[in-house]
Every structure is written in structure tokens, then in C-alpha cells.
């Protein structure tokens, strides 16, 4: 099938609703919007929001310290949550001219990058019925994706390494987003859906009816299918929490519960849990 691409059509004038996807990084989404991506209804970009050319904002892509550590301090959160950083007009034109879609007609724009996490407020102001896609996923998964990432990345000429103690770096991250991502629901709840990682991959159709509820263009969205994601994996969506947990040490173990043993009820508003003899 022929794509529709953005820079041959008049995508602002099609698009009805944005809708963001809101998870931290490690947390699922890159599946999630390969399945929109499928939708007859979408305007979508091959890539995150703050990979495409012409996004004006922050830069903290690889091989910036903070790629997948965005949340574990104070001076990375500042830098990200600068209104002052961001030219969303210029951005949205970008986004629209490398937009694609199955359908030319299609009219919801979708998007995601997981710093945008702590931006629902700006996107909210910035992007005309703006409707988002709120999602957690484990703690302990989340963490041993960046963990893994950082320890298995190529050396690059002049990077700076990861923080001395990646593991506790990771699991302040984790621990912050989630904290954001209440805040999030709190404020903005009523103009999207929250699902955990977990229910979605235990229960695609009923997370796939909650997004249709909320978008009713994706009338065809379908999230039991089997999809390229990251141009690593062509499968069914799997829930992949056991076996990344089970590649943990004890060493990474003790040190994410030294952190989120100080953040018990953030974990405990989502369901999750400190892992009791972990440390």
C-alpha cells in the first residue's frame, strides 16, 4: 500500500485530535505506536518526536548523558521542563511535513517522546484537542532496559560515562517518572486513558477498546498483531517483565530498592511493589 506522505498534503487542515503517547522510556510505547502506526486514521512519524528534523527542544538523543536517564536529576528536569526551549509551531510544521499515514484522510496526529512526559502541560496548551496515552510499566523492568542499554552501548569519542552508580541513577528515574505520571493523571486524566504495560500486553482488546473510547477515528486499531519494533523484533505483543527481571543481580537489585524503598507509595499508586529479599 501507498503511504500518504505529509509533505504532499495539507495535514494540518485533516487533523482533528494529537494524541501523545505518555511513558517513560523502557516502558512499552515503541510497540504502541507501531500498532497506531497501522491505523487508517493516523498521521504518524517513523521515529520519536525529538528524533525528527526540525524539533526544536532540548537535545539529550545519544550520545548525551541523559538519553535514558532524563528524570534522575534536578538540572536534567530543569533543562527539559523550560517552556522557554521549545518552539512548538515550528516543531508542529516539522512534524506534519514528515507525517505519514495510510489514509490521506486520515485525522489524528500521533506522537511520542518520552521526555514529553513532563511536558502534558505544555503539549495540552500548544496542540489543539491534545489527547494522551498514559502508561507505566514495572520499575524493576524499566530499570534493567536502561541499565542494559548504557553497559552494552558502543563507546563513542567523547562521551561522558554513565553515572558512577547507574543502577540507583536508573531507579531515580524510574521512581520520577512515575511520580510525574501521577501528577499527570491528576491534572489531565479526563483527556486520556491510563493502562500499565501489564494490562495492555495481558489485555490488548480491552486496552485497545479503552483507546478507542477516547479516539473514536481509531476504529480500526488492533493491538494483537505482530509488528516490527525498533527494527529488532517482529512478534506478537509479549510482556517481557520476567525475563528482564530475571537478568537482574543482586548487586542491581539492592541497588534500585535502596531507592524505591524511599518511594514505596509512588510504586504502591500503580500497583507495583518493592521486591521483599531483593536487597
Known amino acids: 500500500m501507498a503511504l500518504a506522505l505529509g509533505c ?3 495535514v494540518e487542515s485533516r487533523v482533528g485530535a494529537h494524541l501523545f503517547g505518555i511513558s517513560a522510556n523502557s516502558s512499552g510505547s515503541s510497540f504502541l505506536m507501531a500498532a497506531l502506526a497501522t491505523s487508517r486514521a493516523t498521521w504518524n512519524l ?3 518526536g525529538q528524533m525528527m528534523l526540525g524539533y526544536v527542544g532540548p537535545n539529550i538523543l545519544w550520545p548525551h548523558p541523559a ?3 532524563w528524570a534522575s536529576e534536578r538540572r536534567w528536569i530543569d533543562l527539559l521542563t523550560d517552556p522557554g526551549s521549545y518552539d512548538w509551531p515550528r516543531t508542529r510544521k516539522a512534524w506534519y511535513f ?3 499515514a495510510r489514509d490521506p484522510d486520515a485525522c489524528v496526529f500521533y506522537t511520542k517522546t518520552p521526555s514529553h512526559l513532563l511536558l502534558v502541560d505544555e503539549l495540552t496548551r500548544h496542540f489543539h484537542n491534545a489527547k494522551f496515552l498514559f502508561m507505566v510499566r514495572n520499575p524493576y523492568a524499566v530499570c534493567e532496559g536502561i541499565c542494559r542499554f548504557y553497559r552494552g552501548a558502543a563507546p563513542t569519542a ?5 553515572p558512577e552508580n547507574l543502577p540507583e541513577a536508573a531507579a531515580r528515574h524510574a521512581v520520577t517518572c512515575m511520580a510525574w505520571q501521577r501528577r499527570n493523571l491528576e491534572a489531565h486524566g479526563h483527556r486520556g486513558v491510563f493502562f500499565t504495560y501489564e494490562t495492555m500486553c495481558a489485555e490488548p482488546e480491552r486496552v ?3 483507546i478507542r473510547a477516547l479516539v473514536p477515528e481509531l476504529d480500526d486499531l488492533n493491538l494483537r498483531q505482530r509488528l516490527w519494533v525498533k527494527g529488532q523484533y517482529h512478534e506478537m505483543l509479549t510482556d517481557m517483565n520476567a525475563r528482564q527481571i530475571a537478568r537482574l543481580g543482586a548487586e542491581d537489585l539492592a541497588a534500585f ?3 524505591f524503598r524511599r518511594h514505596e507509595d509512588v510504586l504502591a499508586h500503580f500497583g507495583y511493589a518493592v521486591m521483599e529479599g531483593a536487597g
Open 208 to 210: 485497545a477498546r479503552d
Open 8 to 10: 504532499s498534503h495539507e
Open 257 to 259: 530498592n535502596r531507592v
Open 158 to 162: 567523547g562521551r561522558r560515562p554513565p
Open 67 to 69: 538519553v535514558l536517564l
Open 98 to 100: 514528515q507525517a505519514f
Open 46 to 48: 517513523d521515529r520519536e
